[in-house]
């Protein structure tokens, strides 16, 4: 259409069809790693079997206000629920388990899952800023 015109529409044209081309793919490209990374955080997160850390970063999630503020909070509450994890999941091991083995048992295997958490959580944190 431009070409039967002049050439300067021509030109137009074609810089216009092109400005659209690039940002288009740059919009694709930025959705798809978005969603990769979103699919990823999840995924980490669900590995930590940590509820309380689970709600929190779902409470962050779906926060309209202060996204400025957002990244912080998410690498935040990472890094707490991380280091707060390290006494909280043996703790949590000696409740759930009745005799002196076992609670030896639960408390090992809290602490394997706290220490665990200590580096997916800040991890998660990161992903989801």
Do not use: W
Not at 4 to 27: C, E, H, I, W, Y
Not at 63 to 84: K, N
Request: glycine share 12%; charged share 20%.
């Amino acid at each position: 259409k431009g070409i039967m015109q002049s050439p300067k529409d021509f030109g137009r044209g074609v810089v216009r069809g092109t400005l659209s081309l690039v940002t288009n793919t740059a919009s694709a490209f930025l959705t798809a790693a978005n969603k990769m990374t979103g699919t990823v955080g999840k995924s980490m997160a669900a590995l930590t079997f940590d509820h309380a850390f689970l709600e929190r970063r779902y409470q962050i999630n779906n926060q309209d206000r202060l996204l400025a503020l957002r990244p912080i909070q998410d690498i935040l509450a990472g890094i707490t629920y991380g280091v707060s994890g390290v006494v909280n999941e043996p703790m949590r091991g000696i409740r759930r388990n009745g005799s002196y083995q076992v609670k030896a048992k639960g408390f090992a295997l809290g602490l394997c899952f706290g220490v665990f958490g200590l580096f997916i959580k800040p991890a998660v944190g990161v992903i989801d800023a």
